[in-house]
């Protein structure tokens, strides 16, 4: 294969993306090992690259002296032509091999949106993509990440799930599967042993009924298989593995830099957010261990920025502390700290002060909605004032560029709240101009980036419908054309897009055969706007006559069986119940290091939050 890969690659854009042989890849004797894990990411190499997760259990896999994992991403469009044309199926980056002779390819399950590009590198592979089409124990084809909170659009192509945070979990499924490979287990067998692992789902062991209104009716295991199942979580960040080198490019990539994770999940409990909810409970890692890991890293990558990364970097208990660490060696190594993910109500002046020495780009914060009233539905817990106040910080620090995030489309959402993004964006921009103390020389932007709001699964807004792509379109258009000031840059997301994201993130196992019959008309990287092929989706949904509407548009009853309701993340139903009535009174809920919620995520690590 190496001779054809020659041949193809001067044909290609980007050929590194392909070769392998990076800084700091692994490379093993297949011959001396029990297990080999293709990891891929269902995306472009510079993305998945830039992937922390990937980057940890990569790592984590290849400690294992009886394990070799192995690199893989999907192949642009122009690789994939010459590949087929050439009769090259896909392969790892590392050893070159193709995958569908290895035990297990795990996938991780980032954004909806990918779903097509599993199934096109399934095919690449020489596979097919039902797992009920492939009978033997090998590959087993398991999945992760985020959207597995909610796998069911996808169930009909993976053998396993696994559920939750995967350093432990995956390492007991590969010791499981090696010890059926031994045996010469069936792929049956196999299965029906792995759904006894915590955090482990296997969906051909749940049998799923419907209402005559399209609703689900039950969700039955079968086999032995437990009625929920439990996500995974690592209870002591300061004692998990963590890498001490990562994979370093050949070609630029989204996140080029040192990557540290300080902690897991969020405090703040706003009603839109995924990510707060299915995250918890929190678990702090300390300044000590950030502070050794990172250095370790930049010795063996060479890179010269180090990402404090968590979902609000400035929640950290001891950033301050961990500031101080970083700096006492950063600096004389030219190394420079980003903090993304930074919270308006406490970004500090002694915060902004610690930085004074960094490269100043600029800074990002999310007030989400324009108004106070809708603030409060999300739960965002930020006001106004503090807004301004965390500008008049950063312009009197350095800085004259602020970009500001927000939603459209959220619940309850009214013409006043949309043209309040606009009013909130003009009173920072005249922060600027009014600050005696800010940069001399320099004129204020203000970015406004409006994303439209999708419900995602295990929030308080999970029942909640999604805006119409046609309201959507109005929201944006009011936005846009009430701008009250030229410093202000807004920009859109894609609408279909978010579409089809809203559709499939509350999608049941029925859209399994839209995702393949899209896939067989074409889509792939469908999170590209420049490939997105919104005319093919909705034939596809035409001709499996299913109603995209039905799950996106649509609001769900309280008592409505959901399609994830048979897996714990943690997060009580009870408890997001509460919070969607909240959310329906404009009523707030403090956050967690302010007042126990009762969430109930807790019980995932004995009772206790690092709160």
């Avoid at 193809?8 to 392909?18: D, E, G, M, N, T």
């Avoid at 002296?65 to 690199?71: A, I, L, S």
């Avoid at 006043?416 to 932007?445: H, S, W």
């Avoid at 490939?531 to 548009?553: G, H, Q, T, V």
Wanted: net charge negative; aromatic share 10%; proline share 5%.
């Amino acid at each position: 294969m190496e001779r054809r890969l020659e041949r193809i690659l001067p044909l290609v854009q980007k050929p590194a993306r392909y070769t392998g042989g990076e800084l700091n890849s692994v490379i093993k004797n297949k011959d001396e090992v029990d297990i080999r894990f293709a990891f891929c990411f269902p995306d472009s190499y510079e993305i998945g690259m830039s992937h922390l997760g990937m980057k940890i259990l990569y790592s984590a896999a290849n400690k294992r002296e009886d394990t070799w994992c192995e690199r893989v991403f999907a192949p642009w469009e122009d690789m994939e032509a010459e590949m087929r044309k050439n009769f090259i199926p896909l392969y790892a980056l590392e050893s070159g091999d193709p995958i569908k002779d290895f035990d297990i390819i795990g996938f991780t399950l980032q954004y909806e949106l990918c779903y097509t590009n599993v199934l096109n590198m399934l095919d690449l592979a020489g596979l097919p993509v039902r797992a009920s089409d492939r009978t033997g124990l090998s590959p087993i084809v398991m999945g992760g990440g985020p959207c597995v909170c909610n796998p069911e659009p996808v169930a009909e192509f993976f053998d396993l799930f696994s559920l939750g945070e995967g350093e432990e979990v995956n390492s007991e499924i590969m010791d499981l599967y090696k010890e059926h490979k031994k045996k010469g287990s069936s792929k049956e067998e196999f299965l029906i042993d792995a759904a006894k692992i915590e955090g482990v789902y296997v969906p051909s062991l749940y049998d799923i009924s419907y209402n005559e209104d399209g609703t689900i009716k039950a969700v039955t295991p079968k086999n032995g298989a437990p009625e929920r199942i439990t996500k995974r979580i690592i209870k002591e960040l300061d004692n998990v593995f963590y890498p001490s080198d990562f994979v370093v490019p050949f070609i630029d990539v989204v996140h080029d830099r040192v990557t540290h994770e300080i902690f897991r999940g969020c405090i703040r409990g706003c009603r839109f957010c995924q990510a707060g909810f299915i995250y918890r409970p929190i678990r702090e890692k300390s300044p000590d261990v950030i502070n050794e890991q990172c250095k370790e890293l930049c010795k063996n990558t060479g890179y010269d920025e180090i990402s404090l990364c968590s979902l609000s970097s400035s929640d950290y208990t001891r950033i301050e502390e961990l500031l101080e660490k970083l700096l006492d060696w950063t600096g004389d190594e030219k190394v420079n700290i980003a903090l993304p993910s930074l919270r308006v109500d406490n970004f500090s002046d002694s915060l902004v002060k610690k930085l004074t020495g960094v490269r100043k780009s600029g800074l990002t914060f999310a007030p989400e909605a324009g108004t106070q009233r809708l603030r409060d539905v999300i739960n965002k817990n930020v006001t106004e004032s503090e807004l301004l106040e965390t500008s008049r910080i950063a312009f009197t620090n350095g800085y004259s560029s602020v970009k500001l995030y927000f939603m459209l489309g959220l619940p309850t959402e009214t013409d006043e709240d949309v043209l309040g993004i606009g009013q909130l964006a003009k009173k920072v921009v005249d922060e600027f101009y009014m600050n005696p103390d800010k940069p001399k020389g320099r004129g204020c932007t203000v970015g406004v980036s409006a994303s439209s709001f999708v419900p995602k699964p295990f929030t308080p807004f999970q029942w909640e419908p999604q805006s119409t792509p046609e309201e959507l379109k109005q929201k944006q258009e009011l936005l846009k054309n009430n701008l009250p000031s030229k410093k202000i840059n807004v920009s859109f997301h894609h609408i279909p897009t978010s579409f089809l994201e809203g559709v499939f993130a509350r999608g049941d196992r029925r859209l399994s055969a839209v995702i393949e019959a899209a896939w067989k008309k074409g889509c792939t990287f469908d999170g590209w706007t420049e490939k997105f092929l919104f005319d093919k989706w909705m034939e596809s949904f035409s001709d499996c006559d299913i109603s995209p509407e039905f799950y996106a548009n649509r609001r769900r009853a309280y008592e409505e069986i959901l399609p994830w309701d048979h897996l714990d993340y943690g997060v009580s139903k009870a408890f997001l119940i509460r919070e969607s009535k909240k959310a329906q009174n404009a009523e707030t809920t403090a956050h967690c290091r302010m007042n126990c919620a009762g969430c109930g995520a807790n019980k995932l690590n004995g009772g206790k939050c690092d709160v």
